[in-house]
Each structure stands twice: as C-alpha cells, then as structure tokens.
C-alpha cells in the first residue's frame, strides 16, 4: 500500500473519530444515544457486513487462505495466552488485577474495529479473513476468558452462540463453502447496511474518547504494559514470523493488522461483570484505542513493505 494510501484512509479514520468527539461533546449524541448506536452496530451493521462478505467466489485460493488464517489464529491465542500468563505472575499487583492484564493482553478489538478496518483495507476477502480469526478470538475469550475472570471458573461455550456477530461469522462460512450465494437484491441491501459499520464504529470510539479523562489514562503503569504487548510486541512478533511463511500478502497482512488491534470492549463488559478490576480494564481499553493512532498506520506500512 503507498504511503499517501495510508495516510489518506488513517486522515478518514481520525476525522470520523474527531467528529464522533464532537457530536458527544456538543450533547448531539447522548449516553443513551451512543448506547443505542453501539447496540446497532453490534446486533445490524456489524452482521450484516460479515454476511455480506461470503458473496465472494469461492476458489482454491481463498479458501486456502481462510484455513492458513485459522491456523494462524489459533497459534497466535495459545502463544499469547502463555505468554501474558508468564508475566502476571512476575506483576506487583492484586490476583483480580493481573487476571484482568492476561485478557486485555491477548483479546483485541477484532470485531469493532478490526472488521471495518480489515474491509476498509482489503476488502471483502480481508473482511473473511478477519470473520475466521474473529471466531477464535470468540472461542477462547468465552471459554478460557470467562474462566479466568469469573469467580466460578467454568467454561461459557453457550455464550458463543447468543452474539449476533458470532452466529453471522458462522452462517458466512458456511454460505461461503456452499454453492449458495444470497440474491443480487439482498447481497446489495447487505452491503449498504453493512458500509455503515465503518463511520459508526470509529464515531462511537469518538464518543468513547469524550467521555474519558485523558490525563488518568497514562498514569497506570500495567496499562502501558498492556498497551506494549497488545500494539507492539505481539504484532512484532506475528509480522517477524509471517515474513519466514510465505503466505499470500492479503492473509499475512490481515492477520497482523488483527493482531496490533487495541484491547477489545468486551473485556470492560466481562470485568464489569464479574467485579474484576473493571477500572483497570476501561483506563487500559481507552489508552490502547488513543496509541493506535501511531501504532496501527506504522503496523500496516510495514506489514505491507515485509509480508
């Protein structure tokens, strides 16, 4: 990708994010509103421009890159798992504290931001790739995250199948292995629906950023901890060993991007939950998302010059 390509879609991200800012600032867009816009994106657009995605052809190809992405994701958890749990053991801090660092370490923000930032840059075919590795990010946050952070240590596999996100992921899949394909008709209404995910999701991060005192963001240091593994050492890490695979430029290049995404919502909501540090886990979600800006345009340069 040129660097005046990049330049001018990270321009689109912040001015969309800026307006987002503005919107809440002013009182356009209430709490309740925002909540409302969130629940939309979640339960609407975000769906609907994954199912839109499985109306590309499927070829030898693509699907060899959605099983190369699979094994990629998959690696990418236990190694990251492993990892974050070797270093919480070595934190100063209460056991609640540390149980919260190993989720917000390993899960990014891959269905927020990671699917309209995979769709923006690589289309419909980063947008599959991105739904393949999002279904594990599903899969090992709602049976190993949960049992780490709850109080009861069980695995919640049935939480996997009551998120629209997740049951869209799976029904696009499939159409994408079938030979069906959705009618010309709704193919389109499913990209109109679904070209909305992207404004609205960087508006809503806006939102997010007004309601935070900016100054208590970077005063943890475990979140800056956090903040290194999740936009640096782990996406590092991933482009150093793509780069040895040879794999397709579009596969590689997806699931580092994926990889240097800022740490997910969702383990706000789960910490929230289940009384875990919940302050810990928002100040980190919120410093993460104002670093990207720096980490995320530097990820996909190199990325797009190594893999």
Do not use: H, W
């Not at 600032?25 to 657009?45: M, V």
């Amino acid at each position: 990708m040129p660097l005046n390509v990049l330049l001018t879609l990270m321009g689109k991200i912040v001015v969309m994010i800026l307006i987002g800012f503005i919107l809440k600032k002013t009182g356009i867009i209430t709490n309740d509103g925002q909540k409302a816009f969130s629940k939309f994106l979640l339960k609407a657009t975000l769906p609907a421009s994954i199912l839109a995605s499985s109306g590309e052809e499927l070829s030898g190809e693509l699907s060899s890159g959605l099983a190369k992405t699979a094994v990629i994701a998959f690696f990418y958890y236990a190694a990251a798992i492993i990892i974050s749990v070797f270093i919480s053991k070595r934190l100063n801090a209460e056991d609640k504290t540390k149980k919260v660092f190993i989720t917000m370490s390993v899960f990014a923000n891959t269905g927020f931001l990671g699917f309209p930032l995979c769709l923006e840059l690589y289309g419909n075919e980063g947008m599959l790739y991105a739904v393949i590795y999002n279904s594990f990010f599903q899969l090992f946050m709602f049976t190993y995250g949960i049992y780490l952070i709850s109080s009861s240590g069980k695995f919640n596999l049935k939480e996997l199948f009551k998120n629209p996100v997740t049951i869209a992921s799976f029904v696009s899949i499939a159409i994408f292995l079938s030979p069906f394909r959705f009618p010309k008709f709704l193919q389109s209404a499913l990209e109109s629906v679904g070209g909305i995910t992207t404004p609205l999701s960087m508006i809503i991060i806006g939102c997010t950023l007004c309601g935070m005192d900016l100054k208590e963001l970077f005063k943890d240091k475990y979140s800056y901890l956090v903040s290194a593994l999740r936009l640096v050492i782990f996406p590092a890490a991933m482009i150093l060993v793509l780069s040895f695979l040879g794999l397709p430029k579009t596969v590689a290049a997806t699931c580092a991007v994926i990889t240097a995404l800022p740490c997910g919502s969702l383990n706000v909501i789960l910490a929230e939950e289940y009384d875990c540090n919940p302050e810990f886990a928002a100040r980190t979600v919120v410093q993460s998302m104002v670093l990207m800006a720096v980490t995320i345009p530097c990820v996909i340069y190199i990325s797009n010059l190594v893999l």
